[in-house]
């Protein structure tokens, strides 16, 4: 019983959140790709700019426009979030500004009445690798199947 609580208490956002958070910070990933991340979590989570109080105080300090940016810009990402059309959902690619730029994004839409009614998607973005120049291309999706 106590296990089922505890898988329960997981799908809670805010224990949800923190938990992805951390991983995202752990991992230090060049490139970060996620699936299934809900337009209002993108907007209020992923994106959300810091409201703190004693961020008055920083103000004047040297960090204070880092602790100001959105989450994943705060650890240096950059984002391309792509939603699905008729679903509350999408797709993200981000990756390290330090170590890439973006060159192309591409956005695929793919829906038919029989075949796939909800509508699903396709997000890719081609990179280029700073120091190398090389190219990359990165891509994601999540299908129903």
Request: some cysteine; proline content about 3%; hydrophobic content about 40%.
């Amino acid at each position: 019983m106590q296990e089922t609580a505890s898988k329960k208490q997981l799908l809670n956002w805010p224990v949800r959140w923190t938990k992805i958070s951390d991983e995202i910070k752990e991992l230090d990933s060049d490139v970060l790709c996620l699936q299934e991340v809900q337009s209002s979590c993108y907007d209020s989570e992923v994106r959300k700019r810091l409201k703190i109080e004693w961020l008055k105080w920083l103000k004047s300090q040297q960090f204070f426009n880092l602790l100001e940016r959105p989450f994943l810009e705060r650890l240096r990402y950059k984002c391309r979030y792509l939603q699905k059309r008729n679903l509350p959902d999408g797709s993200l690619i981000a990756f390290k500004e330090t170590i890439f730029k973006k060159v192309l994004t591409k956005e695929i839409h793919m829906w038919h009445p029989d075949k796939c009614p909800t509508g699903q998607i396709g997000l890719l973005v081609l990179l280029e690798h700073i120091k190398s120049g090389k190219m990359i291309l990165v891509s994601t999706t999540h299908l129903v199947f």
